[in-house]
């Protein structure tokens, strides 16, 4: 009656922390920049997020995305 679920995925690689990473960064300093009112600054951070993104793209094509073959998930 019971039906295992699969592991989704759920982005645990190499391509997804990066890319997470490079866009929390962008988001707390545009947000402390903003605080101290320094605007260019906030988009200077705020650059980092599309670039975080475009990142994570690029290593995911290089192989280091979920399915990717230079990618080796943890055993659980």
């Known amino acids: ?6 592991d989704p ?3 645990h690689s190499p391509a997804t922390w990066t ?5 929390l960064v962008g988001f707390a ?3 402390v920049a903003f605080c101290f ?3 260019t600054l906030v988009w200077i951070s705020a650059a980092l997020i599309p670039i975080g993104a475009i990142v994570g793209w690029v290593l995911a ?3 280091y995305g979920v399915k ?9």
Request: proline residues 12%; hydrophobic residues 40%; aromatic residues 4%.
């Open 9 to 11: 995925g759920h982005g």
């Open 37 to 39: 009112e320094q605007p």
């Open 61 to 63: 094509k290089a192989g």
């Open 29 to 31: 300093a545009a947000t």
């Open 19 to 23: 890319a997470v990473v490079i866009m």
């Open 1 to 6: 009656m019971t039906n295992p679920i699969a």
């Open 68 to 76: 990717g073959p230079k990618y080796a998930p943890k055993a659980h």
